[in-house]
């Protein structure tokens, strides 16, 4: 069955740094996400791509983060200077459809800044 | 803005019982989707089971079912017959049916403990 690969699956940063985490979706899914989920917590939505352009971000999506589609496969979240507080499990998920079908996720990147 | 609501933290279940998992929600739409997400310690995520608002009847795959409750904006999760792998922990979300790209909105989560 096809998957969703993220990589690396843990990153350790210091602070200032910047980090890019890196995503390949589903070959034939056209939307793609980026969630994040502090250690044992809530999964939160950052931000929704499709077509080249971001379709929705959140408050917590400010200008420390981007999102690009360099080439056909790659589907990645830059953080420009990372805090202490960014230091949570980052899940990136593909989806068919814009609404009827559900969210396919990766395995996670499990981002520490110290 | 949808908001999806899992009250209760923590339950548990002795193995080769039933659970019951809460999730109330809350929309203005009529047409949405509902999901039951599963976390074990890998902290992967694993869709469960799915429902359309529009049909009424509730959705079910093997162990798992749900009852959904469209006017009580309930979608609850059945797990029959436990087993240890079932302990995780299991979020409830919500998709809208409007807009170009709809993201998935989940509730908090609940941690399933299973007893052997």
Same mark, same amino acid.
């Given at each position: ?114 | /803005?949808? $908001? #999806? %609501?899992? &009250? ?7 193995? /080769?019982? $039933? #659970? %019951?998992? &809460? ?94």
């Amino acid at each position: 069955e096809p998957e969703v690969t993220q990589t690396p699956s843990h990153q350790v940063t210091q602070m200032g740094q910047e980090v890019i985490l890196r995503c390949v979706p589903i070959s034939n899914h056209l939307y793609f996400y980026w969630y994040r989920q502090i250690l044992g917590q809530k999964v939160e939505f950052l931000v929704s791509f499709y077509n080249n352009e971001i379709s929705e971000k959140s408050e917590i999506f400010d200008d420390q983060f981007s999102v690009e589609r360099p080439d056909g496969s790659n589907f990645t979240l830059k953080i420009r200077s990372t805090k202490l507080e960014d230091s949570a499990m980052y899940f990136c998920a593909s989806s068919e459809r814009a609404y009827n079908s559900p969210l396919h996720f990766g395995n996670g990147t499990r981002l520490t800044v110290t | /803005a949808q $908001t #999806v %609501t899992q &009250s209760q933290p923590e339950m548990s279940v002795q193995e /080769a019982e $039933t #659970v %019951t998992l &809460s999730c109330t929600y809350d929309t203005s739409e009529s047409d949405y989707y509902l999901f039951w997400y599963k976390q074990p310690p890998s902290r992967q995520m694993i869709l469960v089971i799915r429902q359309e608002a529009y049909k009424q009847q509730n959705a079910t795959e093997n162990r798992f079912s749900v009852n959904f409750q469209k006017a009580a904006k309930s979608f609850s999760l059945k797990i029959s017959d436990s087993q240890l792998g079932d302990a995780a922990m299991y979020f409830c979300a919500y998709r809208s049916a409007t807009g170009a790209n709809s993201k998935l909105t989940f509730g908090k989560g609940i941690t399933l403990s299973v007893r052997p």
